[in-house]
Each structure stands twice: as structure tokens, then as C-alpha cells.
T-cell receptor
């Protein structure tokens, strides 16, 4: 079946940029999402990108989509300790089914 | 707005016991979902309700039943809990099936 993959861990220093990567296999993806999950909490939608776009910027967040390679990334500029969380990539296909990656645990060191 | 709320937050069951997880949303959303989250895996869809009065199976429906009680509430029932159902369960809602989903805080269920 179709799949969404992410590396499980990322560690950066406060003030650096973080880049979280995601690959997916479904060529019929319509939307791609980034969610943030803080400890003991549900998933919070951070941003999303339509599959015919290649970039979306929202304050400190930049989403890049390479549709040919089925690669999605989330860049967080000036990463803060409050950005420490698990980040989930998700894609929606043309049947409106959602698939989630396993999540990347971002640790921000002071 | 409270958004999406779930009860209980934590639950421990013995194998074979039954229970219902409750979910409610106050955003007037049409669509609601139940997911489970297991370590090292993404969220997996158990059941969803595209609109009031309809429910459909997701990726991992076995061992679960759902009820869309009204537009606000969507419950998940485990009739005979098994240790494999130990997980964190998330409810979500969206304005319609094509729109972004908003998640509740989760219910951590342990089956011994």
C-alpha cells in the first residue's frame, strides 16, 4: 500500500534552522500537511500545501514540496525550545484518505 | 470554543472488558474520525463519519464499533478489549471530508 516516511529524530541548537523531511509514495496526493504534537496533547495542524504548489511560507515555517521526487520538507527558522515536539507529515489522496508518517521527534538544545 | 474534547484521558482495562471512548466537537463540523497512535507508527484511521448518519471503516476497524450520536458526538466502542488495543486514541473533526482535521487531546488506553 501507499506509505509516508519520516526520520524519527532530529536534534538542533536553539536559534538554528530545523529541517524535517518526509517522503511519500502516493502519486495521487492532493494535499500534504504538517502537524505538531506536544507531550500529552493531540495533533495541532501547523500548515498544509496543495499538491500543485512547490513552496509555502508562514512566518518561521517554510514548506517545500518536490512532487516529482514525492518529497516534502518543513523548515523552522530560528528554532526555539518551545518548538520541541513530534512533527507528523500527512498526505491526503484523491479518495480523501489520509496517511500519516510515524513522526519526527525534534529536540531543541539551549 | 473547546474544539475537540475526549473522555476519559486515561483508562486501564482487563482483557475482555468493554468500554466506550467519547468524543465531542463544538465547531459544527460535519466529519469526525477515530485514530489510534502506536509507537513508531503514524496515526491509523479506525473509523470515520463523513456526515451525521454515516460511518465507514478505516484502515484498522477490527475490534471496534462506532456511533455518530449526533452532529457533535462520535463514540468508539471496544466490545471485548485485547492487549493489542493498548494505544493512544485520537478523535478528530473537520468541516467536511476534504478539509483539514482538528484533533482532540487523546485517550491513553492500556489493556492488561
Amino acid at each position: 500500500g501507499e506509505d509516508v516516511e519520516q526520520s524519527l529524530f532530529l536534534s538542533v541548537r536553539e536559534g538554528d534552522s530545523s529541517v524535517i523531511n518526509c517522503t511519500y509514495t502516493d502519486s495521487s496526493s492532493t494535499y500534504l500537511y504538517w502537524y505538531k504534537q506536544e507531550p500529552g496533547a493531540g495533533l495541532q495542524l501547523l500548515t498544509y500545501i496543495f499538491s500543485n504548489m512547490d513552496m509555502k511560507q508562514d512566518q518561521r515555517l517554510t514548506v517545500l514540496l518536490n512532487k516529482k521526487d514525492k518529497h516534502l520538507s518543513l523548515r523552522i527558522a530560528d528554532t526555539q525550545t518551545g518548538d520541541s515536539a513530534i512533527y507528523f507529515c500527512a498526505e491526503r489522496d484523491n479518495n480523501n484518505d489520509m496517511r500519516f508518517g510515524a513522526g519526527t521527534r525534534l529536540t531543541v538544545k539551549p | 470554543n473547546a474544539g475537540v474534547t475526549q473522555t476519559p484521558k486515561f483508562q486501564v482495562l482487563k482483557t475482555g472488558q468493554s468500554m466506550t471512548l467519547q468524543c465531542a466537537q463544538d465547531m459544527n463540523h460535519n466529519s469526525m474520525y477515530w485514530y489510534r497512535q502506536d509507537p513508531g507508527m503514524g496515526l491509523r484511521l479506525i473509523y470515520y463519519s463523513a456526515s451525521e448518519g454515516t460511518t465507514d471503516k478505516g484502515e484498522v476497524p477490527n475490534g471496534y464499533n462506532v456511533s455518530r450520536l449526533n452532529k457533535r458526538e462520535f463514540s468508539l466502542r471496544l466490545e471485548s478489549a485485547a492487549p493489542s488495543q493498548t494505544s493512544v486514541y485520537f478523535c478528530a473533526s473537520s468541516e467536511a471530508i476534504i478539509y483539514e482535521q482538528y484533533f482532540g487531546p487523546g485517550t491513553r488506553l492500556t489493556v492488561t
